[in-house]
């Protein structure tokens, strides 16, 4: 591309006036090339950062992202879904929503990421079992969904490559909170598997990228924007991300806490986000004539052990072994890796569990392993928290709220930290409810 176009392109933006397409279009391919100077890339991003574009020209840079590589095509999409959740604290709900969904009967080819930065990533997690293969290209995932109804597979090069080039200089350039980029970055993926439908969820609070209510809303509102754009029936969920969801933090840990719900038990709060992500696809989809008929569906999968049945083919579709997958499903702490040391935290008084700060447990559980400073940096699986409480619970002084599986001692720092993240209040508290709003 010349470096007239891209100046063109820049002056543009920068002037607030609507970029000429065509030329937007040639710029996506060079980057999908690489047949472009990298300083005129971070130019353009830098341009958008700063000034902006409109949900018209973000939907045109998603659709030319999506367009640089692979498209799975299906002769009828109308029951292929997907979610993406922009990652909080414990936030475990892909592994048991896939094949929860394909239980219900859709088809789920889940394209998902590593962790980097506070949030732990699903692939991470699968990863966390002995075996589990998540490199599957288009067509390998193509081909599981249609045997088995899910898969889960990383994000790869054959999708979207432009994105690859971008993100990679976002990262570099500072320009990674962008919300036009943000947005063109996550659905040019999810509109490359294919889907019919999509449920967005959008975390807002301090365990979030999107702390308050107000930026969490405009990332949303420009996600579904672009989504629908591009024909994908999509909802975004505005969910709180103020206290860790469910009991467990951690990778393999949050296999742990998947497997328990999967068996029609474990946590709560874990299991009823899996069932509102769930009942808004199935309802998305035409599967379900109203969110309370999705919710059934839903927790019947859960409860009569077919979500589980899904779970376990999907994991010897992707490379665990029968014994393996019996073992995980049964007896998963014989199969998942163990910490050196569990290290308990008592409570400092008497009195309900008010709030527990997500970002300190996850920047602890980084620090030992569990997460990622940069994307070469290796996860250490058996890293995290279990947490023994719910907010708005009684407790006493003493008594272990959280237990924290690490390999290397504490620092002194990191064990007042832990002991001040918890804070205990004198009357009982009622649990706002994770859902906040819901942008169509």
């Known amino acids: 591309m010349e470096s007239s176009d891209v100046l063109t392109l820049i002056s543009q933006i920068e002037q607030r006036q609507t970029m000429d397409l065509d ?42 992202m999506m367009e640089s590589g692979s498209i799975i ?28 969904l394909a239980a219900c009967g859709l088809k789920v080819p889940m394209l998902a990421g590593r962790g980097l930065g506070h949030t732990g990533g699903t692939i991470d997690k699968l990863e966390s079992i002995n075996g589990f293969n998540c490199s599957l290209n288009p067509q390998q995932m193509q081909d599981q969904v249609a045997a088995i109804g899910c898969c889960i ?5 054959a999708i979207a490559p432009a994105d690859g080039l971008l993100y990679a200089v976002r990262d570099v350039t500072n320009t990674i909170d962008s919300i036009p980029l943000i947005t063109a970055s996550i659905i040019s993926k999810k509109a490359a598997e294919g889907l019919g439908s999509l449920v967005l969820d959008v975390k807002c609070g301090q365990g979030a990228f999107m702390q308050s209510f107000g930026d969490a809303e405009a990332l949303a509102k420009s996600m579904v924007g672009a989504a ?42 874990t299991r009823e986000l899996v069932v509102l992500q769930g009942a808004a696809l199935l309802v998305l989809s035409g599967t379900a004539s109203d969110e309370f008929a999705g919710q059934v569906m839903m927790n019947n999968v859960l409860d009569n052990g077919k979500a589980l049945a899904k779970f376990k083919q999907m994991c010897l579709a992707q490379g665990v072994s029968q014994s393996d997958v019996e073992l995980l499903v049964r007896q998963p702490t014989k199969l998942l890796g163990k910490s050196k040391q569990v290290t308990s935290v008592h409570s400092p ?10 970002m300190t447990l996850a920047e602890i559980a980084r620090n ?56 205990i209040s004198s009357k009982p508290n009622k649990p706002k409810p994770r859902l906040i709003e819901i942008i169509r």
Request: proline share 2%.
């Open 23 to 64: 030329l937007l279009s040639k710029f996506i391919k060079s980057v999908a090339t690489r047949n472009i100077d990298i300083n005129y890339v971070e130019q353009w991003l830098k341009a958008v950062h700063s000034n902006g574009i409109s949900v018209n020209e973000t939907t045109i840079l998603t659709k030319g």
């Open 73 to 100: 095509a299906w002769e009828d999409n109308s029951l292929v879904v997907d979610k993406h959740s922009t990652g909080g604290v414990g936030d475990k709900m892909s592994l048991m929503l896939a094949p929860a």
């Open 153 to 157: 597979a990383a994000q790869n090069a």
């Open 228 to 269: 629908q754009g591009l024909g994908i029936k999509t909802i975004a969920q505005i969910t709180q991300m103020d206290y860790p969801i469910g009991r467990y933090v951690g990778n393999s840990l949050e296999i742990l806490g998947s497997i328990e719900v999967l068996n029609g038990q474990g946590s709560r709060d």
């Open 349 to 358: 008084s008497q009195g309900y569990v008010s709030a527990i700060t997500s």
């Open 368 to 423: 030992h392993g569990a997460g990622r400073f940069a994307m070469e940096d290796t996860i250490i699986p058996e890293i995290g928290f279990e947490i023994i409480v719910e907010r708005g619970q009684a407790i006493n002084q003493g008594e272990t709220w959280i237990k924290f599986h690490h390999n290397v001692d504490l620092t002194a720092q990191e064990q007042q930290s832990l002991a001040d993240c918890i804070t």
